[in-house]
């Protein structure tokens, strides 16, 4: 069973940086299409950014382009996201997720694995 754990989130000043990170145990992190998506009160769950296992390519939201950067560390079975320029609109709960093979649609409903999730605050 694919367990995820992230980390990293917390408080901080619009314009700063957070790094989250997604740790994957009981399964390997590069047979996996992994992606952050995160959740705000009274609003869907929605995509910010994935890593297509197979081919290497990552995809990001329109919000989060050119400041967001999804990473992936084999060797750690690890998953990062980078923030940088954090806007108060980028707060939320971020959750880490995956699902073996492709993930092309990116739509919350073809990941079966998640994490619990990590607080991100951002303040003006």
């Known amino acids: 069973q694919v367990q995820l754990a992230e980390s990293g989130g917390g408080s901080v000043l619009a314009g700063g940086s957070l790094r989250l990170s997604c740790v994957v145990s009981?399964?390997?992190?590069?047979?996996?299409?992994m992606g952050w998506f995160r959740q705000a009160p009274g609003n869907e769950r929605e995509g910010v950014a994935r890593?297509?296992?197979?081919?290497?390519?990552?995809y990001y939201s329109d919000s989060a382009k050119g400041r967001f950067t999804i990473s992936r560390d084999d060797a750690r079975n690890t998953l990062h996201l980078q923030m940088n320029s954090l806007k108060p609109e980028d707060s939320a709960m971020y959750y880490c997720?995956?699902?073996?093979?492709?993930?092309?649609?990116?739509?919350?409903?073809?990941?079966?694995?998640w994490g619990q999730g990590t607080q991100v605050a951002v303040s003006s």
């Open positions: 890593y297509f296992t197979l081919t290497g390519n990552t």
């Open positions: 009981g399964g390997i992190l590069r047979y996996y299409c």
């Open positions: 997720a995956a699902v073996k093979g492709g993930c092309y649609s990116g739509a919350v409903s073809d990941f079966p694995y």
